[in-house]
């Protein structure tokens, strides 16, 4: 497949990248910094350098599918970038099938025994500092639950997104998900295995899917 | 005041460029068809020639207020401009207080004692033809009260939006407004009115208020 990565030289994205060259498709990464995708990547890949919000449709062309992996640095300032950013990419595919657009969410939208997560953060002190990311990125999924003409898929990470390799994963939908020691952790290199996976043999439609390490 | 009016040749946009205009205060009008503006306003505004998704924050550049008066034919096809639109524009004025930004919603977000509007409206036979406008706006709504950074506030019109006069006129929050006779009307005219002098004395900011005609 031809596969454009969005914040592909981020803590998600470059496994992302990794794990899809690995598996022999074609990679085109849309960076706000040539060099660094470089230094990352050599010439295995075709870089765009723009920022994520000057995307436009031209930039999709060929591509099959598109993984969101754009993030900004937890807390206030930058993170209704989230929001913002996954409503430009729809706008840019509204009407269409392909590509398939693919966004790493938060996990705050998960639900829990306790209710939305999102909700429980925000008891723990001092969250008024972080708390508008897992907001952001809960707004950004209840935006994308309204859009019924692109052909999107959501994926949610565990409470734990910590850089690591891959492993055995279990799905699961909206509710977060815990291991027998009740721990709640996916690693970059399982959730980009997960997200090729869905790429190749696609299940989820309109929805979200969340993944653990197993 | 210099104010800008998206979607200014429109039902609702041309009465308020107009009021604006009788009231002493500089206009941009930023629309698709400058040929248009040009047959409606002649020489009294200052024209702006673009796509609503192309506007930038120069075109904003010593602008008071704007007002989002951008709209598309009713239906399923164009619907979703409406919510896409709003992030655009929020996007632009991310971080600011100037200048103020006023969106025209729909009815259908503001709640009767059946519930909201919206929700009432399926219920219109083929009503699947059309709901997608008055839910797209809905979603607008919804979007904006996320929105923390920006200066916005938001009017609804009563259930009934007629081209018309101005009027006196009773204004409410988020519920449908009705008069004595169970009629919930507001003309253009009227909504002109009650935008220009709520851009002129503010009473409402990050929320939404409704208007009808007395």
Redesign the interface.
Known sequence: MKIGVIGATGKAGSKIVNEALSRGHQVTVLVRSAAKAKTLFGDKVTIIEKDA?ALTKHDFNGLDAIVNAFSVPLGKHLA?QH??LA??L??LL?GTQTPRILFILGGGSLQTEKGLLVDQLKQIPNSQDWIDTP??QY?EL??LR??T?VNWVGVSPSQSFEDGPKTDYVLGKDQLLFDEHQKSVVTTGTMAAAILDELEHPTVRQARFTVRNK
Chains 1, 2 share one sequence.
């Open positions: 919000f209704y929001i913002d409503v430009h729809i706008h509204r907001e952001s707004h209840n935006f309204t859009v003409n």
